[in-house]
């Protein structure tokens, strides 16, 4: 069993700041990756930002410059640090692990999705 826990959302001033948390636990062998992706109402979901596990990252283009994300792998968690934000990133932002993990003999790769947390930017 694997869950995602996500943290971090809320209202905030344009220009403002925020600061996503996404920890994952339960039964897995590594992370492979985790990313961050948003949906607005009306609108799919969208990738913002990935990171692996070896630290390369991937924004995009509309966040680069503003949001950062980052990992720690000790505490299998994800961060996205958001700033100058604007009400255009006003969206659901969920959660992503690429995770491996063990079968008997063998390993195999899937992935799961947090809960959404809810990111507003309004005067």
């Known amino acids: 069993q694997v869950q995602l826990v996500e943290s971090g959302g809320g209202l905030v001033q344009p220009g403002g700041s925020l600061r996503l948390s996404c920890a994952a636990s339960?039964?897995?062998?590594?992370?492979?990756?985790m990313g961050w992706y948003q949906q607005a109402p009306g609108k799919q979901r969208e990738l913002v930002a990935t990171?692996?596990?070896?630290?390369?990252?991937n924004y995009v283009d509309s966040v680069k410059g503003r949001f950062t994300i980052s990992m720690d792998n000790a505490k299998n968690t994800v961060y996205l640090q958001m700033n100058s934000l604007k009400p255009e990133d006003t969206a659901v932002y969920y959660c992503?692990?690429?995770?491996?993990?063990?079968?008997?003999?063998?390993?195999?790769?899937?992935?799961?999705w947090g809960q959404g947390t809810q990111v507003t930017v309004s005067s």
């Open positions: 992503n692990a690429n995770l491996k993990l063990r079968r008997i003999n063998s390993y195999y790769s899937a992935a799961y």
């Open positions: 339960g039964s897995f062998f590594s992370i492979n990756a």
């Open positions: 990171i692996t596990s070896g630290g390369t990252t």
